[in-house]
């Protein structure tokens, strides 16, 4: 039995982790074209701008979205360069963009290969395309025994000078590994070495085959992306991923999300279309720790609505318009997650009071009135992490 939103522990390389589990707030911002229905990458350049690609057996084509509307507004063709199965997109630091070609669903591939597109070149009508040729190093039959069929590639992330590449594992029976593979960046033929291996979960391989791959440079997180989850990575600066803390994010339903890119406070996904549903523009916001004030009547009680992700011990505190403190509470149990308060004031008179909840270290201040008849709350826009 699988439970979801609570401490799970992992033996991970001879150490056990302790990871918690969370639930992103997810959006759809905009329905992508039909021209990008197989969405397998997705990046964002500093102008704002994103780039998509399909899947394999479509052109070698780079298709520039309007994040607003999903509309392409701008297709760019790659020359010295053909979509056997692309599956992602990255950046470097110069923004140079690197596309993965090496999706390989049977595990028999020997043309393995990954593309790179100059940064001044990105935006032209073409662009030539140089050309990064790798083996794995750990591979040697072509397929190997359906056991180890951990050789399909559809996630790919730049970090510290190298490409470090995380296998949707095809193994049957399923066995809940991801391997990591460091490449070199530059033109020519490379081996990519197998540097770890990470044990995500092994009940329905959906839930934890990697499709996608983000890195963001300066807060040195990782998020490795599976159609039902993401799992975020702290304190990565490149190499293994088995020794740095993990969270794991569930989302509440299944779909084919295929690529994500990290964007300031926010990710981005992008999902392939299926028959009930067309491929959309996702919006992923994580860790929206919230304490807000919902009721507009106070006469007789406050109720108040939380999210703590890491959680935290509960008080408040009420202080009259004179600043003195005249009613407090602190609970002894963590609470964590989304929960909802009660505070009884019918025996508080009439007039404007302060209002002071925490969770954790998390901390928010209302401004609030009680009237006769009726009552008012002053505080700033609410957020966005409840509703």
């Known amino acids: 039995m699988r439970i979801l939103f609570f401490f799970v522990l992992l033996f991970i390389s001879n150490q056990s982790l302790v990871s918690a589990q969370s639930q992103p707030k997810e959006t759809i911002k905009a329905t992508l074209s039909r021209e990008v229905d197989e969405t397998s990458g997705l990046v964002l350049l500093k102008n704002g701008k994103l780039i998509s690609i399909n899947d394999g057996g479509s052109l070698p084509r780079l298709y520039f979205i309007d994040s607003a509307s999903g509309k392409v507004i701008h297709r760019q063709d790659l020359l010295n360069a053909s979509n056997i199965d692309w599956e992602e997109l990255t950046l470097d630091q110069e923004g140079n963009l690197y596309i993965g070609d090496f999706g390989n669903n049977f595990n028999w591939r020997k043309d393995l290969c990954i593309y790179r597109v100059k940064a001044s070149d990105l935006g032209k009508k073409t662009a030539v395309a140089e050309k990064i040729e790798f083996h794995y190093s750990n591979q040697k039959s072509f397929p190997p025994n359906p056991r180890k069929w951990n050789f399909d590639m559809e996630a790919m992330v730049h970090a510290n000078g190298k490409l470090y590449l995380f296998s949707k594992n095809r193994s049957r029976p399923f066995t809940g590994y991801t391997y990591v593979y460091e490449l070199e960046d530059k033109t020519g033929a490379h081996t990519a070495q197998l540097i770890d291996s990470l044990f995500l979960g092994d ?185």
């Open 203 to 387: 009940s329905w391989r959906e839930e934890f085959w990697i499709s996608g791959a983000s890195y963001s440079t300066s807060e040195e997180k990782l998020m490795l992306l599976s159609y039902h989850a993401g799992f975020l990575f702290s304190g990565w600066k490149g190499g293994r991923i088995s020794d740095r803390p993990m969270k794991v994010y569930r989302t509440a339903n299944l779909r084919q999300r295929e690529a994500i890119l990290f964007d300031g406070n926010r990710y981005l996904i992008s999902e392939e279309g299926a028959v009930q549903y067309r491929s959309h523009l996702l919006e992923w916001r994580l860790d929206e720790d919230t304490l807000l004030l919902v009721n507009t009547d106070f006469n007789k009680e406050l109720r108040i609505r939380g999210y703590s992700s890491e959680g935290g011990v509960f008080a408040y505190e009420i202080f009259n318009q004179m600043g003195k403190r005249i009613r407090f509470n602190q609970e002894k149990e963590v609470v964590q997650g989304r929960f909802m308060r009660r505070i009884d004031v019918s025996s508080l008179p009439f007039g404007p009071y302060v209002l002071s909840i925490q969770c954790g270290e998390f901390k928010r201040a209302f401004r609030i009135e009680k009237l006769p008849n009726q009552s008012k709350s002053i505080e700033t826009p609410t957020p966005e992490g409840i509703k």
